[in-house]
């Protein structure tokens, strides 16, 4: 945690990554499990990471997963499931989602088109939302900012859940996501790149910088 705001580095996908992720501070390291991302892993690949990892905490990343393969991957061993879904998804599978891992484990991530709010019949199955940027031909991984305005929204409307900021962060607009947002969790990907999948050093270090003076 940076003055106050916790922060999660998505999109790992090597161990080196990892490592200069957790020694800038780094809250959350998130490993995805979505195969069409450019930043997916096999769950193979990630076991065979895991026992060398930084201690912080770990987070599942998948988008609308079976039973089956969610109970796989928290048998990997993760602090937090973030699951992507489409916002006319049959409230029956966050319910089942919320068995499997727990409400307190399970981040749900809506895909919410324009003018679309978190529903009420949604929040009952987590502790924690991300929005994220909508795309419709996607899930996440735009590397576009968000609607910042409808975030301080639904944080205001619903202070006893944990909201995360996600989409298009990065060193430069960071300070001013916080202050238009009031996001006090922040998640960054792409912004901290060099290429899809390799996080920069530098550019690691200059969101933190940002954070600070957010």
């Given at each position: 945690?940076?003055?106050?705001?916790?922060?999660?580095?998505?999109?790992?996908?090597?161990?080196?990554?990892?490592?200069?992720?957790?020694?800038?501070?780094?809250?959350?390291?998130?490993?995805?499990?979505?195969?069409?991302?450019?930043?997916?892993?096999?769950?193979?690949?990630?076991?065979?990471?895991?026992?060398?990892?930084?201690?912080?905490?770990?987070?599942?990343?998948?988008?609308?997963?079976?039973?089956?393969?969610?109970?796989?991957?928290?048998?990997?061993?993760?602090?937090?499931?973030?699951?992507?879904?489409?916002?006319?998804?049959?409230?029956?599978?966050?319910?089942?989602?919320?068995?499997?891992?727990?409400?307190?484990?399970?981040?749900?991530?809506?895909?919410?088109?324009?003018?679309?709010?978190?529903?009420?019949?949604?929040?009952?199955?987590?502790?924690?939302?991300?929005?994220?940027?909508?795309?419709?031909?996607?899930?996440?991984?735009?590397?576009?900012?968000?609607?910042?305005?409808?975030?301080?929204?639904?944080?205001?409307?619903?202070?006893?859940?944990?909201?995360?900021?996600?989409?298009?962060?990065?060193?430069?607009?960071?300070?001013?996501?916080?202050?238009?947002?009031?996001?006090?969790?922040?998640?960054?990907?792409s912004g901290v790149e060099s290429a899809p999948g390799r996080k920069d050093a530098g550019k690691l270090r200059a969101f933190i910088a940002g954070l600070r003076v957010g």
């Amino acid at each position: 945690m940076i003055e106050g705001v916790t922060w999660k580095v998505c999109g790992i996908t090597s161990l080196g990554d990892a490592v200069a992720a957790a020694e800038c501070g780094a809250d959350y390291l998130g490993f995805n499990f979505y195969p069409p991302s450019p930043r997916s892993l096999s769950l193979e690949r990630y076991s065979a990471l895991a026992p060398q990892l930084p201690v912080t905490g770990r987070a599942a990343v998948l988008v609308e997963p079976t039973l089956a393969e969610l109970a796989a991957v928290r048998r990997a061993g993760f602090d937090a499931f973030q699951i992507h879904f489409s916002a006319g998804i049959d409230p029956a599978c966050l319910e089942s989602w919320a068995v499997a891992v727990g409400v307190e484990n399970l981040w749900l991530a809506p895909r919410l088109p324009p003018g679309t709010e978190v529903a009420a019949e949604w929040l009952p199955w987590a502790r924690t939302f991300m929005l994220d940027t909508f795309r419709a031909d996607r899930f996440g991984g735009s590397g576009a900012t968000g609607d910042w305005a409808k975030f301080a929204r639904h944080r205001l409307r619903r202070p006893e859940k944990v909201w995360i900021l996600a989409g298009g962060l990065n060193p430069e607009n960071i300070g001013r996501a916080l202050r238009e947002s009031g996001a006090r969790f922040v998640d960054v990907n792409s912004g901290v790149e060099s290429a899809p999948g390799r996080k920069d050093a530098g550019k690691l270090r200059a969101f933190i910088a940002g954070l600070r003076v957010g």
